[in-house]
């Protein structure tokens, strides 16, 4: 007679085992309409699952967040049975949900492209429609192997033999058709709706290893409904119009090639974006306390082991072998050791605390070539990264200092608000319980000294301590994770760095990494997504551009190109014989912010005709007002006047 205890606290009664079908059926008829699957005492589970023990229990309706991955990750068994029922011979592998979708790998002769998904997509919305429900059946072990060999489905197959030899098989069918999966699914295949759509082919290897037989993988998108749908689609097209890669190419940033692979090969324009970026936030740091240093690239093998680096990260770090010298040198993949033995030099007293210590340090990390993309994930990077070095009681100030720095360093940049999480302890780490103990509590008391609520991300610290993620959302709904602060005591130990306390004895400091922006590569590939290329003008690698109706303004175009870098703008002179309209469409498609327009009327007035990036219309200032309104608009957020 198990006892169901509701969300509310409510206890129903029945007398023998019951379905999850008939608890929502008792709690009522549009529970019963909406409810998709249970959770039962935190597992979730088949609306057709017995329940035969006292227990909690919830239902997960279309309305709740988790809902989507239960749609996606039947639309992806809807999808294999699609597929194999209009080509026949195909094995199916693995189909999971992801983020924004779900895939599911496929083995055949011939691998599929894009001109075959709108045929499985018809074909998808027929299983939909006809709403087969599915049903869970558990099989033994032997006889599952035997039965998916006999299909040919050796990669099913394959997966059973490497199941603990404890775990249950469960095998769900929709109709006539089936798939081995641990479930849970939806009380039918027309549960999934029509909110979705297929969007690519890739190849990808049998469970990840290249010397595996190469599948073909179909992704799609599926969601509630189809408003989100829609509202998501839109989003990808805007990503794909912002995309950076793109937009690099029109504006003449950088590109990418061969022969350095993951290094990014910066054009002039592009240079100059990132020396806006650099000296930006130089002036900040300065400006709060940080003295800026430089350490080098290459760095004995000893260091990294000291650090404990090199256990974690020697995968991921490139090597230098020095024959003569027999030493194994490697590019830093981070700057903290480095800035450790800065830290070393001399004797430091608690009276220097805290010491803010930051560089523009140039990483090298070892990515997979298949994981590059563009400038957002490279191989070879610069970090703003600093580190704090401090006495135990400054370690929520300084944690409050650094937000509130972060806070006006991003809304410079358009970014109004953040998310942060935090990450604590992993499993493999470095350290004592207690050290661990004292970092995170230090953490969480800067959080609410500060009064930043944050989300749990159990689990993700780093192998030296706890951190705080701060996360950007753009101006597309996407989320990027940029700045960090982290609470250290095990690298001050590791590596023997200590100071002069007021009685005279010695004291490890505590060692904060912190980072606002990141790497450099990244953030300003986010930013030229989030702007679209079309920057605010102290952003913008080319801030003007002055353009001839005809050739008799020539003289006057170069006194005004000469009046505005004399006020420190970026200009170009254009006084090609292209006509004027043509001029403005190729400047446009560069975007460039603001085009002067001059003509032998405006030459004779002084005078000049400004159009902006996007608009039509023009508007006639003289010259000095021109350059004093550019000027203004031009200045660093920094540096403007309050």
Same mark, same amino acid.
């Given at each position: 007679m198990p006892a169901i205890t509701l969300p509310d606290g409510s206890v129903r009664s029945f007398d023998g085992a019951v379905t999850g079908t008939t608890i929502a059926q008792s709690i009522g008829p549009g529970l019963a309409r909406a409810a998709l699957v249970m959770v039962v005492n935190g597992v979730e589970m088949d609306l057709a699952r017995e329940i035969t023990e006292d227990c909690s229990v919830r239902f997960i309706t279309r309305k709740d967040d988790e809902a989507l991955e239960l749609i996606r990750h039947d639309a992806a068994h809807v999808m294999a049975e699609a597929v194999q029922v209009l080509y026949p011979g195909t094995q199916v592998t693995i189909g999971p949900a992801i983020e924004n979708g779900f895939y599911y790998d496929f083995y055949r002769n011939e691998p599929f492209t894009p001109d075959d998904l709108p045929a499985i997509e018809a074909k998808m919305r027929e299983i939909i429609a006809a709403n087969a429900p599915f049903k869970r059946e558990v099989w033994d072990r032997e006889k599952a192997i035997a039965y998916f060999e006999n299909l040919g489905e050796r990669f099913?197959?394959?997966?059973?033999?490497?199941?603990?030899?404890? @775990?249950?098989?469960?095998?769900?069918? %929709?109709?006539e058709w089936l798939d081995l999966c641990r479930g849970p699914h939806l009380p039918g295949t027309g549960a999934v709706g029509t909110a979705?759509?297929? %969007?690519?082919?890739?190849?990808?290897? *049998?469970? !990840?290893?290249?010397?595996?037989?190469?599948?073909?993988?179909?992704?799609?998108? @599926? *969601? #509630?409904?189809?408003?989100?749908?829609? @509202?998501?689609?839109?989003?990808?097209?805007?990503?794909e119009r912002r995309d950076h890669r793109k937009i690099g190419r029109e504006m003449d940033l950088f590109h990418i090639q061969e022969e350095a692979v993951g290094s990014i090969f910066w054009h002039p324009q592009g240079w100059r974006l990132y020396r806006t970026v650099e000296s930006y936030i130089r002036r900040k740091q300065e400006a709060n306390g940080y003295e800026e240093v430089r350490t080098p690239q290459l760095v004995d093998r000893k260091l990294w082991e000291n650090s404990g680096h090199w256990d974690k990260y020697r995968k991921n770090m490139f090597i230098a072998e020095v024959v003569e010298e027999e030493s194994t040198l490697a590019l830093k993949p981070m700057n903290c050791p480095c800035h450790v033995q800065i830290f070393k030099q001399g004797l430091r007293s608690y009276r220097q605390l805290p010491i803010r210590m930051a560089e523009f340090g140039a990483c090298h990390r070892y990515e997979p070539s298949g994981a590059l993309h563009g400038i957002m994930r490279v191989r070879a990077f610069t970090q703003d990264d600093a580190h704090i070095f401090c006495t135990e009681d400054q370690i929520v100030p300084e944690v409050v200092k650094f937000v509130a720095l972060l806070d006006e360093v991003y809304k410079d940049f358009g970014f109004e608000s953040f998310a942060i999480k935090f990450s604590d302890r992993p499993d493999v780490r470095a350290g004592s319980d207690e050290d661990w103990d004292r970092a995170e509590t230090a953490l969480k008391g800067a959080c609410e000294a500060a009064g930043l609520p944050y989300d749990l991300n159990p689990g993700e610290g780093a192998f030296y301590g706890p951190k705080l993620e701060f996360v950007l #959302?753009?101006? &597309?709904?996407?989320? *990027?994770?940029?700045?960090?602060?982290?609470?250290?005591?095990?690298?001050?130990e590791r590596l023997d760095a200590e100071y002069v306390t007021s009685d005279s004895s010695r004291a490890r400091p505590?060692?904060?990494?912190?980072? &606002?922006? !990141?790497?450099?590569?990244?953030?300003?590939?986010?930013? &030229?997504?989030?702007? @679209?290329?079309?920057?605010?003008? *102290?952003?913008a690698p080319t801030q003007v551009v002055v353009a001839t109706i005809v050739s008799d303004a020539d003289d006057y175009a170069e006194e005004v190109t000469a009046a505005l870098q004399a006020a420190g703008l970026v200009v170009e002179l254009d006084v090609s014989n292209q006509k004027i309209q043509a001029k403005i469409r190729d400047h446009s498609l560069h975007h460039v912010p603001n085009i002067l327009v001059v003509g032998r009327k405006e030459a004779e007035e002084r005078k000049v005709a400004l159009r902006r990036l996007g608009g039509a219309a023009q508007e006639i200032l003289s010259l000095e007002e021109a350059v004093a309104l550019l000027k203004a608009e031009a200045t660093p957020p920094d540096l403007r006047s309050a």
């Amino acid at each position: 007679m198990p006892a169901i205890t509701l969300p509310d606290g409510s206890v129903r009664s029945f007398d023998g085992a019951v379905t999850g079908t008939t608890i929502a059926q008792s709690i009522g008829p549009g529970l019963a309409r909406a409810a998709l699957v249970m959770v039962v005492n935190g597992v979730e589970m088949d609306l057709a699952r017995e329940i035969t023990e006292d227990c909690s229990v919830r239902f997960i309706t279309r309305k709740d967040d988790e809902a989507l991955e239960l749609i996606r990750h039947d639309a992806a068994h809807v999808m294999a049975e699609a597929v194999q029922v209009l080509y026949p011979g195909t094995q199916v592998t693995i189909g999971p949900a992801i983020e924004n979708g779900f895939y599911y790998d496929f083995y055949r002769n011939e691998p599929f492209t894009p001109d075959d998904l709108p045929a499985i997509e018809a074909k998808m919305r027929e299983i939909i429609a006809a709403n087969a429900p599915f049903k869970r059946e558990v099989w033994d072990r032997e006889k599952a192997i035997a039965y998916f060999e006999n299909l040919g489905e050796r990669f099913k197959a394959e997966l059973i033999r490497d199941l603990p030899v404890d @775990a249950p098989i469960s095998v769900y069918r %929709q109709g006539e058709w089936l798939d081995l999966c641990r479930g849970p699914h939806l009380p039918g295949t027309g549960a999934v709706g029509t909110a979705f759509k297929l %969007q690519k082919t890739a190849g990808a290897y *049998w469970r !990840g290893n290249a010397k595996n037989p190469m599948l073909s993988r179909i992704y799609g998108t @599926a *969601w #509630r409904d189809q408003k989100e749908l829609d @509202a998501y689609l839109h989003q990808l097209e805007e990503a794909e119009r912002r995309d950076h890669r793109k937009i690099g190419r029109e504006m003449d940033l950088f590109h990418i090639q061969e022969e350095a692979v993951g290094s990014i090969f910066w054009h002039p324009q592009g240079w100059r974006l990132y020396r806006t970026v650099e000296s930006y936030i130089r002036r900040k740091q300065e400006a709060n306390g940080y003295e800026e240093v430089r350490t080098p690239q290459l760095v004995d093998r000893k260091l990294w082991e000291n650090s404990g680096h090199w256990d974690k990260y020697r995968k991921n770090m490139f090597i230098a072998e020095v024959v003569e010298e027999e030493s194994t040198l490697a590019l830093k993949p981070m700057n903290c050791p480095c800035h450790v033995q800065i830290f070393k030099q001399g004797l430091r007293s608690y009276r220097q605390l805290p010491i803010r210590m930051a560089e523009f340090g140039a990483c090298h990390r070892y990515e997979p070539s298949g994981a590059l993309h563009g400038i957002m994930r490279v191989r070879a990077f610069t970090q703003d990264d600093a580190h704090i070095f401090c006495t135990e009681d400054q370690i929520v100030p300084e944690v409050v200092k650094f937000v509130a720095l972060l806070d006006e360093v991003y809304k410079d940049f358009g970014f109004e608000s953040f998310a942060i999480k935090f990450s604590d302890r992993p499993d493999v780490r470095a350290g004592s319980d207690e050290d661990w103990d004292r970092a995170e509590t230090a953490l969480k008391g800067a959080c609410e000294a500060a009064g930043l609520p944050y989300d749990l991300n159990p689990g993700e610290g780093a192998f030296y301590g706890p951190k705080l993620e701060f996360v950007l #959302r753009d101006a &597309i709904g996407r989320d *990027w994770q940029c700045g960090t602060i982290q609470v250290d005591y095990v690298l001050p130990e590791r590596l023997d760095a200590e100071y002069v306390t007021s009685d005279s004895s010695r004291a490890r400091p505590v060692m904060l990494h912190r980072a &606002i922006i !990141g790497s450099f590569e990244r953030f300003l590939g986010i930013l &030229i997504e989030q702007y @679209a290329g079309r920057f605010p003008l *102290w952003l913008a690698p080319t801030q003007v551009v002055v353009a001839t109706i005809v050739s008799d303004a020539d003289d006057y175009a170069e006194e005004v190109t000469a009046a505005l870098q004399a006020a420190g703008l970026v200009v170009e002179l254009d006084v090609s014989n292209q006509k004027i309209q043509a001029k403005i469409r190729d400047h446009s498609l560069h975007h460039v912010p603001n085009i002067l327009v001059v003509g032998r009327k405006e030459a004779e007035e002084r005078k000049v005709a400004l159009r902006r990036l996007g608009g039509a219309a023009q508007e006639i200032l003289s010259l000095e007002e021109a350059v004093a309104l550019l000027k203004a608009e031009a200045t660093p957020p920094d540096l403007r006047s309050a």
